[in-house]
């Protein structure tokens, strides 16, 4: 069974321009999240959906980051414009419901110069 | 605020021995504790769980201890080997998963 799929999984951008992360959780997973993860540092929760409805983005600097999962199924996680600390990996998960065991991907790695 | 935090940012162990990771936590209403394994350029990978009306679960070669009384948790890997280098993370949940800092273990051969 395929895992949680991201892409890409390495990105490199210069400030002030925007950049798109994709996710495509585990089949059958109804709820996903996207973290952040600073060098060292445990992932930060984002943004949790349950299926296409976002139903906890309280740490989401709503300013400049935007997701969506409009079919409830895959989703995409959007910087714009970005900055220099948003230099990170960004993680994104999926467990069959809430609270459940969360399934990581490998992560996309942004690198803002 | 309330927090999850280890210890130790490092634990060398010969290949072999037993590791012990310990993680301290400061929620008392937290009622589901999880230990994630993260290799480099690898996302976190579940190792085993516990809830809060357990003292200690084992898995295969790991067990993980849970002391409500000191808000402790630790997870214990038996006979280490070389593929179990990487950064460990406690993650505590009631209702949203709050990670630790991270232990990095390293098994020297």
């Known amino acids: 069974e395929a895992g949680v799929v991201q892409s890409p999984r390495y990105k490199i951008i210069e400030k002030k321009q925007p950049v798109a992360f994709w996710c495509n959780p585990i089949s059958g997973h109804n709820t996903l999240y996207w973290y952040l993860q600073n060098l060292g540092q445990g992932p930060e929760l984002l943004i949790r959906?349950?299926?296409?409805?976002?139903?906890?983005d309280s740490q989401l600097p709503k300013d400049r980051f935007s997701a969506e999962r409009l079919k409830g199924v895959d989703s995409t996680l959007k910087i714009q414009p970005a900055e220099l600390g948003d230099s990170a990996v960004y993680l994104c998960?999926?467990?069959?419901?809430?609270?459940?065991?969360?399934?990581f991907g490998p992560g996309t790695r942004l690198t803002v110069l | 605020g309330e927090s999850v935090g280890l210890h130790l940012p490092t634990l060398s162990v010969q290949e072999g021995d037993n590791s012990i990771i310990n993680c301290a936590y400061s929620?008392?209403?937290?009622?589901?504790f999880i230990w994630y394994k993260q290799e480099s350029g690898k996302g976190p990978q579940f190792i085993i769980d516990?809830?809060?009306?357990?003292d200690k679960r084992q898995g295969q070669r790991v067990t993980v201890l849970l002391n409500k009384t000191v808000k402790h948790l630790s997870l214990q890997i038996a006979a280490t080997q070389p593929g179990d280098s990487a950064v460990y993370f406690c993650a505590e949940t009631e209702g949203k998963l709050i990670f630790g800092q991270g232990t990095e273990l390293s098994v020297k051969p």
């Open positions: 929620n008392s209403a937290s009622d589901y």
């Open positions: 516990i809830r809060s009306n357990m």
């Open positions: 998960a999926s467990s069959l419901g809430s609270p459940d065991t969360q399934y």
């Open positions: 959906y349950e299926n296409e409805e976002a139903v906890d």
